[in-house]
């Protein structure tokens, strides 16, 4: 379990599917008794004392009004789709339940930036700009090559890494498919690497609870 402070007060945290109801119990022991209402994002816990907790339907998963039903459906196995990218590094894979059963890493060089001035540092920065649409370029081809072909069965597509790079490599309209498929929750990942890959199988299936 992970967390960190929330823009407008409280905080989010993250919570293995398998464990949401023990963490709804912790909640009602400090809080009290909640009451459970349905909202858009998933499910509203508000306790006597005033604290609400935000649970958040994973991606891929379908909502219910039910707090139990809520949990198994949340740890139930879902076949979703990954991209992480960066500039000059992507990762893509597809997640079946909590194994990564189909993936590829690729990093292309990026040109660092460059303290020099001028001309000099205008021809380094227009370089830069070039190898990263290339690299960008690439990882849409990996992606239409890995992905593209498992749309139909996937619940969700979870990104991750820089947005810019995320929408630039679904802008391909081959992709299209794929891009219909995203979910809004954007994954903090370094750059792209197969262990990177990996733990975003675990953040893309948790259960993001907002706490205030």
Same mark, same amino acid.
């Given at each position: ?60 998963? $379908? ?5 139990? +039903?809520?949990? @198994?459906? /949340? &740890? ?5 789709? !990954? #991209?992480? *990218? ?40 227009? $370089? ?5 649409? +290339?690299?960008? @370029?690439? /990882? &849409? ?5 890995? !992905? #593209?072909? *498992? ?47 990996? +733990?975003?199988?675990?953040? /893309? ?8």
């Amino acid at each position: 379990m992970s967390s960190r402070p929330a823009a407008g007060g409280g905080r989010w945290v993250e919570v293995d599917p398998g464990r949401v109801l023990r963490w709804v119990e912790g909640f009602a022991d400090r809080h009290g008794p909640p009451v459970t209402t349905v909202r858009g994002f998933g499910l509203l816990l508000t306790a006597p004392d005033g604290a609400t907790a935000e649970l958040h339907t994973p991606p891929g998963a $379908r909502s219910t009004p039910d707090l139990t +039903a809520f949990a @198994g459906v /949340a &740890a139930a196995p879902r076949r979703i789709g !990954l #991209l992480l *990218a960066r500039k000059g590094a992507v990762a893509v894979g597809v997640a079946d339940g909590t194994e990564l059963v189909t993936s590829k890493v690729d990093t292309r060089y990026v040109q660092g930036r460059t303290a020099a001035g001028g001309w000099s540092q205008q021809r380094f920065a227009r $370089r830069r700009d070039n190898q990263a649409k +290339a690299a960008l @370029g690439d /990882a &849409a081809d990996l992606a239409v090559r890995l !992905l #593209l072909p *498992a749309a139909g069965t996937l619940t969700a597509l979870v990104c991750g890494g820089d947005r810019r790079a995320v929408d630039t490599v679904l802008a391909d309209r081959r992709l299209a498919p794929l891009a219909a498929l995203r979910a809004e929750r954007l994954l903090d990942v370094p750059e792209p690497r197969r262990a990177v890959l990996v +733990a975003a199988v675990s953040a /893309a299936r948790a259960v993001h609870i907002l706490v205030r």
